[in-house]
């Protein structure tokens, strides 16, 4: 069994800052894609940040130059600090991870339970 553990989410000023961490344990052979999600009310999951399988890091528009997303293969986890946060940032956060259970399964993308950011006028 595979499982994601999210946690560092909660309630902040606008301009504040929080940082989301996500850990994967479990039978995990390989790694691939890590990256972060949001979904607000009303509205459809987007993509925030992440790593493709080349291990290069990509930004939704809406939060380059504010949010940071890195990761520790070793320790399959990944991480989002986000800086200068604005109300529209409040969502419930994601993180999904693609990943092999064994040399011999299929690339499945794994979510973790989500976490709430809300950020205060």
């Known amino acids: 069994q595979v499982q994601l553990v999210e946690s560092g989410g909660g309630l902040v000023q606008s301009g504040g800052s929080l940082r989301l961490s996500c850990a994967a344990s479990?039978?995990?052979?390989?790694?691939?894609?890590m990256g972060w999600y949001r979904q607000a009310p009303g509205k459809q999951r987007e993509l925030v940040a992440g790593?493709?399988?080349?291990?290069?890091?990509y930004y939704a528009d809406f939060v380059k130059g504010r949010f940071t997303v890195s990761r520790d293969a070793a320790r399959n986890t990944v991480s989002l600090q986000m800086n200068s946060l604005k109300p529209e940032d409040t969502a419930v956060y994601y993180c999904?991870?693609?990943?092999?259970?064994?040399?011999?399964?299929?690339?499945?993308?794994?979510w973790g339970q989500g976490t709430q950011v809300t950020v205060s006028s």
């Open positions: 790593f493709n399988s080349g291990g290069h890091a």
């Open positions: 999904k991870i693609g990943l092999q259970t064994s040399f011999y399964s299929n690339w499945d993308d794994y």
């Open positions: 479990g039978s995990i052979f390989r790694v691939s894609s």
